[in-house]
């Protein structure tokens, strides 16, 4: 893996952490389901309307990257995300919310906070306790550590424990 790679910064603001994802002008929640991306989903995922080139993380065969849709409308991504499975942890190297879930006027809350929980919940389920490490954009670390209860590691790479972790979990997903 090239250095490159392994400098990306997460830089998704946590805009709320909700049950599921909702709708950002009436509060109505809308339950979620995480699949993985496949080759005939980037058809929908057009430049411009996203900051991250996904064709290249879904080709690259040490990544698994999930789309975030709602259960209804299972056509529309609301937000994607790009894990690394590492001997104890998952790393996530890329997290995104759809264009229309971004800025002031966006249409969802909750996007990233629930992509961030299901690599948490991936973590436990590989049998990682929901230990979860990224490298956080700095204006960003703070954001992180309040919103998602994560902590430094060094420099810019913050990791998710296991009670953060649980939180997000217990939150994000009806077990």
Not at 62 to 70: N, R
Not at 111 to 116: E, P
Not at 144 to 169: C, H, P, T, W
Request: aromatic letters at 10%; hydrophobic letters at 40%.
């Amino acid at each position: 893996m090239s250095s490159l790679k392994s400098k990306r910064e997460v830089s998704v603001e946590i805009d709320k952490l909700t049950n599921s994802i909702e709708n950002a002008i009436s509060g109505d929640v809308f339950d979620t389901e995480l699949h993985r991306l496949t080759k005939k989903d980037l058809k929908q995922i057009k430049k411009g309307d996203w900051v991250f080139d996904w064709s290249v993380e879904i080709l690259n065969s040490e990544l698994e990257v999930y789309k975030l849709t709602i259960k209804e409308n299972k056509e529309v991504i609301q937000g994607l995300i790009s894990l690394r499975v590492k001997p104890d942890h998952i790393f996530v190297e890329l997290v995104e919310s759809a264009k229309f879930n971004r800025g002031k006027n966006k249409l969802y809350v909750g996007v990233s906070g629930n992509l961030f929980a299901f690599a948490c919940k991936c973590s436990r389920d590989l049998g990682f306790e929901g230990f979860v490490s990224f490298i956080a954009k700095t204006v960003l670390i703070k954001h992180y550590e309040e919103l998602l209860g994560a902590s430094m590691v060094n420099g810019q790479r913050m990791f998710i424990d296991d009670y953060a972790a649980s939180k997000l979990i217990v939150r994000y997903f009806k077990e």
